[in-house]
């Protein structure tokens, strides 16, 4: 979602609204009270607040700052939003369990519409993972309580290292790993072929290394991309299934999916038998080099569906 989300504009609110307040003085301090809707929640064991209630004015600090040092998944709801009501527990559970792994933000989108407005909601419930400052997926409607769990899993196994924690916490040193330096060496170095044999010894070893699975795909496919010729975009054959796998995985490596996958869907409408099914398959591991939640990878999928049934 980075590149289509623009937080400046909430930036540049929040720092006006701080000027302001500094320019009338010090506001005079009322005592804590517990924020709607999750009064009591408990704070995790690593410190500081599970939930956390977030205005137009909070969210600089609240969200972008704190989204480098902990994962804020950030709730978009209303009052008079029934599905809000069903959701917002659902979160404020997982965040009360997390033990500090992310924060909870919530965001009346009736008092608050910068926010709302900034990451484009159409509907509500909408939830937003935000990152280093930078939202990096969303989902939008009630989900269950598992399938919440496991989306804001699957971000943490993918940006978990990036966080400093707490201010002032003290950072333990990374602990690397030699079989995966070693494969980014040969990478880095050029030699595509060892550094795909590498990361595959890594993911033999260990079935649940995300990013040593993921650069197998990658390279997989870079080496095979770029064993090509460009021509044959232009000059595959309608019915020639190796051709049109070929001229797909030219098309992708030069940026664009939706005809790489347009080709190969329109070849599974015309294919049969073995044809048809190393068109789907070839179909599927392209699927895998991008973020499930894609617009074009959704678009995809949906015509690849209509193309087999």
């Known amino acids: ?36 809707g999750h ?19 909070t969210f600089e600090t609240d969200v972008i700052e704190r989204s480098t040092r902990q994962l804020v998944v950030v709730d978009l709801w209303a009052t008079w939003c029934g599905p809000c009501k069903q959701l917002s527990p659902i979160l404020e559970s997982l965040a009360a369990q997390a033990n500090g792994a992310w924060v909870l933000a919530k965001v009346d989108v009736d008092a608050n ?41 699957d971000i943490l196994a993918k940006v978990g290292h990036t966080f400093t924690g707490a201010p002032g916490e003290a950072v333990d040193e990374p602990v690397v790993d030699e079989r995966m330096a070693a494969a980014d060496d040969k990478m880095n170095a050029g030699d595509f072929a060892g550094a795909l044999e590498a990361y595959k010894a890594i993911v033999a070893e260990e079935p649940g290394n995300l990013e040593a699975a993921s650069l197998v795909r990658n390279l997989e496919f870079m080496i095979r991309a770029s064993a090509h010729d460009p021509s044959i ?63 074009f990878v959704v678009t995809a999928r949906r015509k690849l569906a209509s193309a087999l049934f």
């Open 1 to 36: 979602m980075s590149g289509a989300v623009d937080l400046t504009a909430l930036k540049e609110r929040a720092d006006a609204q701080r000027a302001a307040s500094q320019s009338r003085g010090p506001a005079p301090q009322s005592p804590p009270s517990a924020a709607p």
């Open 39 to 57: 009064a009591g929640q408990t704070p995790p064991a690593g410190g500081g607040p599970a939930v956390i209630d977030v205005t137009d004015a």
């Open 113 to 153: 519409p910068g926010i709302a407005q900034a990451f484009r909601a159409q509907s509500i419930p909408m939830v937003i993972a935000i990152a280093q400052g930078q939202p990096v997926t969303a989902f939008q409607g009630v989900q269950p309580a598992g399938q919440v769990a496991a989306w804001i899993d």
């Open 233 to 295: 975009v232009q000059t595959a054959a309608p019915g020639d299934v190796d051709a049109q796998l070929a001229a797909a995985d030219v098309l992708l490596a030069n940026q664009q999916p939706e005809a790489a996958f347009d080709r190969i869907i329109a070849l599974v409408k015309v294919a049969s038998g073995d044809d048809r099914t190393a068109a789907r398959t070839r179909l599927l591991e392209l699927f895998e080099l991008f973020d499930p939640a894609e617009p």
